[in-house]
T-cell receptor, first 115, second 113 residues
Framework: SAVISQKPSRDICQRGTSLTIQCQVD?????MFWYRQQPGQSLTLIATANQGSEATYESGFVIDKFPISRPNLTFSTLTVSNLSPEDSSIYLCSVVGQVNQETQYFGPGTRLLVL | AQSVTQLGSHVSVSEGALVLLRCNYSSSVPPYLFWYVQYPNQGLQLLLK??????LVKGINGFEAEFKKSETSFHLTKPSAHMSDAAEYFC???????????FGAGTRLFVKA
């Protein structure tokens, strides 16, 4: 399975600011995804990060609020813009490998608290 | 459309007792099914997956799950609970392999000494 790292692991931000989260994978992967896990809840897919093109967003998520980049097959960033307390969540990066495309693997997550 | 229902947001068992976490799914095509575990302050770790091979799937840490098409279920079991099993468990379904995975609400497992 792929080894996935995320930076930062946690952060505390003021409302109105933005936070950029990095996801790095130790091997080339087919697909990269970004999920949100709000306190005490399950995972919700934000978007699919497409290499070299605009991300594909799920219903309820927009590019202005959650801009995503994926410059290559091993790296992606998610920015959470214009932060409000409601954005306090865990943000998780996940990947599907090039060889084994049956399973998603997850990074350790970034814990965001917005004051 | 695919969906997942996990019965019971909290399950409490004694150490050494049977663990049973329930999951029912809905899918218009033969699904891929997964169980993930999330330990406190960590990401998700894959426990096991069903991909249309054997209906009884064995995973890590002594867990296993049985795919029952007639019941649209994929319950997770472990014969003897250990304190280290205390965590949040998520059942997930996908109609496209590792893509567009839908997660259940999660079940928090408590293990009593």
């Amino acid at each position: 399975s792929a080894v996935i790292s995320q930076k930062p692991s946690r952060d505390i931000c003021q409302r109105g600011t933005s936070l950029t989260i990095q996801c790095q994978v130790d091997s080339q992967v087919t697909m990269m995804f970004w999920y949100r896990q709000q306190p005490g809840q399950s995972l919700t897919l934000i978007a699919t990060a497409n290499q070299g093109s605009e991300a594909t967003y799920e219903s309820g998520f927009v590019i202005d609020k959650f801009p995503i980049s994926r410059p290559n097959l091993t790296f992606s960033t998610l920015t959470v813009s214009n932060l409000s307390p409601e954005d306090s969540s865990i943000y998780l990066c996940s990947v599907v490998g090039q060889v084994n495309q049956e399973t998603q693997y997850f990074g350790p997550g970034t814990r965001l608290l917005v004051l | 459309a695919q969906s997942v229902t996990q019965l019971g947001s909290h399950v409490s068992v004694s150490e050494g007792a049977l663990v049973l976490l329930r999951c029912n799914y809905s899918s218009s095509v033969p699904p891929y099914l997964f169980w993930y575990v999330q330990y406190p302050n960590q990401g998700l770790q894959l426990l096991l997956k069903y991909t249309s091979a054997a209906t009884l799937v064995k995973g890590i840490n002594g867990f296993e799950a049985e795919f029952k098409k007639s019941e649209t279920s994929f319950h997770l079991t472990k014969p003897s609970a250990h304190m280290s099993d205390a965590a949040e468990y998520f059942c997930a379904v996908s109609e496209e392999g590792g893509f567009k995975t839908i997660f259940g609400a999660g079940t928090r497992l408590f293990v009593k000494a």
